[in-house]
């Protein structure tokens, strides 16, 4: 799953009508950032990668790029829901603590769930697909 994030990640991060990345706190205390529309939004996810334990993408199946307003829910092992946002960007780094989460992605009419583990000191990262057939996995 890693690996495919990073594939598409310069598509994702191709430069669009937004305003750069913005950060902030859930009401739990993580730290986030948001974006991926402008050039430099580049820079803040390769400078910052590394500060965080999940990094969510969202794209469009058809066209490949990012894909923005998608409705982001993260919930813990208990169902509590520790970060819930419309992404007015295609992606997210959340620094979550460890534990098992499960994160929800909603466009389109669909609705995707995926579960992940964060371990301390490790990154995780996955990609939601919205819209038409699945893009073929690289060789």
Do not use: C, K, N
Request: avoid cysteine; aromatic fraction near 8%.
């Amino acid at each position: 799953m890693a690996v495919a994030a990073l594939l598409w990640l310069p598509l994702l991060l191709a430069p669009g009508p937004a305003a750069a990345a913005t950060s902030g706190f859930t009401p739990g205390g993580a730290d986030f950032i948001v974006g991926g529309q402008q050039p430099q939004d580049d820079a803040v996810l390769r400078q910052r990668r590394g500060q965080y334990s999940l990094l969510v993408l969202t794209a469009a199946r058809a066209a490949g790029g990012g894909l923005a307003t998608v409705r982001l829910r993260v919930l813990d092992a208990r169902r509590r829901v520790v970060f819930s946002r419309v992404l007015p960007e295609p992606w997210l780094l959340i620094d979550l603590p460890a534990g098992h989460y499960e994160v929800e992605a909603a466009s389109q009419g669909q609705v995707q769930r995926q579960p992940v583990t964060i371990v301390s000191g490790d990154h995780q990262a996955m990609v939601f697909y919205f819209g038409g057939a699945a893009p073929l996995p690289a060789d």
